[in-house]
């Protein structure tokens, strides 16, 4: 009898260690899928990192507040927007530079753009994704310092901006978005993407917002776009960038 006993403790002992490592490796081995004809938010954090970082006073708050918020957020980029009017910006990569003119008439989504800049959210970020012939998208990366930036500046999406009437045709700078339970098509704050198909990509108008247009640099779009890919179209190489706001 004592060692039947035995024998059974033994045996919920080990079947509950190999349920807890069935469950890590799923988590460890989770990847977003992507579908080449979407702009979708790729997940790049990592998953044993998902919210633990610890808010503190560095050059990312605002003001005197830790995070944006979405009830604010319109009154916020509104108010922000009229004190800070700079529309173009230079991203630096190891290919080149991409220089881009923000729109005017999408000034929730200028004003944001121009915040992150200022605040240097996308400073080490990436062009994480590249589709040969359609996009390529960047401000996101699989650094720990990435996520902890985004925990810092809030959880908020930007309300579409249709109404402006821009267009996703060759050179077109657009936001991407979150695919799911987005039925108002609000945008990321943090990631873009550029147009690199000759066509454009006109399936994705009134479905992300375009505001702002690259002035100079389309040879070094396609440069970036004919690098090797793996999985997810994450290039093989990282492509890191710099964003800067130039006169």
């Known amino acids: 009898m004592t060692r039947r006993l035995t024998f059974f403790f033994a045996f919920i002992i080990l079947l ?19 579908n080449k004809t979407s702009i979708k938010i790729k997940d790049t954090t990592d998953s044993n990192n998902i919210n633990t970082a610890k808010p503190k006073k ?20 509104t108010e922000y927007g009229k004190k800070n009017h700079e529309n173009k910006f230079r ?20 004003a944001n753009m121009i915040l992150l800049i200022k605040k240097g959210y996308f400073n080490g970020t990436f062009f994480h994704r590249v589709a040969n012939g359609f996009v390529i998208q960047g401000g996101n990366s699989d650094n720990r310092e990435t996520s902890t930036k985004r925990n810092n500046m809030g959880s908020y999406l930007i309300p579409s901006e249709f109404e402006a009437g821009h267009r996703h045709t060759r050179g077109a700078f ?3 978005k979150y695919a799911e339970q987005n039925i108002s098509k609000a945008s990321s704050p943090f990631e873009f993407f550029i147009v690199q198909s000759d066509r454009g990509a006109h399936h994705l108008d009134n479905d992300h917002t375009v505001y702002g247009k690259v002035t100079k640099g389309m040879d070094v779009v396609d440069e970036i776009a ?17 964003v800067e706001i130039i006169e």
């Open 16 to 34: 509950t260690a190999s349920c807890e490592d069935t469950q890590k490796s799923k988590i460890n081995n989770t990847k977003a899928s992507t």
């Open 226 to 242: 004919k690098q090797p890919i793996g999985e997810g179209e994450w290039p093989l190489i990282n492509i890191p960038i710099t």
């Open 91 to 110: 991203i630096s990569t190891s290919f080149g530079d991409i220089e881009v003119l923000l729109y005017n008439d999408t000034p929730l989504h200028r």
């Open 174 to 176: 657009s936001a991407a």
């Open 58 to 77: 560095d050059k990312l708050y605002l003001h005197d507040e830790p995070m944006i918020v979405q009830e604010k957020l319109i009154p916020f980029l």
